[in-house]
């Protein structure tokens, strides 16, 4: 089945920092690539997603990207504010859905 | 006002004892889903539904039992086999051509007395 991990757990950067969050997965068939943000004590919030067939997408200071032959994809936040901070989830999508362990983001003012 | 319910948002489950999370959803949603977050860890799938009166075990259903009487409702229990409850539970939803594409619910935090 799938696995997905996800680097680097936490990651702290200071505001107008940019952050990048990696994963990596096994299964070379899924095709759909979610991102998920949780804030303390909610549940988590879809904040972008890409498919297979596309390499970038970008949504204002978000944007995703893949590498279908490394089976890698990476979230990119440009000018971080505080209240980016969250714990961000990757996910791989084929016949399931498996989701990465999460990266706390700390944004300091 | 569409979304996904979870409810109560805290819960205490004294020893030997069965307890109920309740999840509902208006959002029209064919597919239910009930994860289980611990500290520190990814979410880990517990019992799934796709149409009502049908259910799927996911990767750690052991200890728990799901019910999918209504396309809005799917309650998950905690039952007393379950050895280590204390976590965070999560619901979402989904329709089946947005698979991945999942709403969830607020969460509740169960706890052992």
């Known amino acids: 089945g799938e696995n997905v991990e996800q680097h680097p757990s936490t990651l702290s950067v200071q505001e107008g920092d940019s952050a990048v969050i990696k994963c990596t997965y096994s299964?070379?068939?899924?095709?759909?690539f979610p991102w998920y943000k949780q804030e303390l004590g909610k549940g988590p919030q879809l904040i972008i997603d890409?498919?297979?067939?596309?390499g970038e997408k970008k949504d204002q200071r978000i944007a995703v990207t893949l590498n279908k032959t490394a089976k890698h994809f990476s979230l990119h936040i440009t000018e971080t504010q505080p209240e980016d901070s969250a714990v961000y989830f990757c996910?791989?999508?084929?016949?399931?859905?498996?989701f990465g362990a999460g990266t706390r983001l700390t944004v300091k003012p | 006002d569409g979304g996904i319910t979870q409810s109560p948002k805290y819960l205490f489950r004294k020893e030997g004892q069965n307890v109920t999370l309740s999840c509902e959803q208006n959002?029209?949603?064919?597919?239910m889903y009930w994860y289980r977050q611990d500290p520190g860890q990814g979410l880990r799938l517990i019992y799934y539904?796709?149409?009502?009166?049908?259910?799927q075990k996911g990767d750690i259903a052991e200890g728990y039992s799901v019910s999918r009487e209504k396309k809005e409702s799917f309650p998950l229990t905690v039952t007393s086999a379950q050895k280590n409850p204390t976590a965070f539970y999560l619901c979402?939803?989904?329709?089946?051509?947005?698979?991945?594409?999942?709403?969830f619910g607020s969460g509740t935090q169960l706890s052992v007395l």
């Open positions: 979402a939803s989904t329709d089946f051509g947005t698979r991945g594409k999942l709403f």
């Open positions: 996910a791989a999508v084929n016949n399931d859905m498996r």
């Open positions: 890409i498919r297979s067939n596309v």
């Open positions: 539904s796709q149409i009502v009166n049908d259910f």
């Open positions: 299964d070379s068939a899924s095709n759909y």
């Open positions: 959002l029209n949603h064919d597919a």
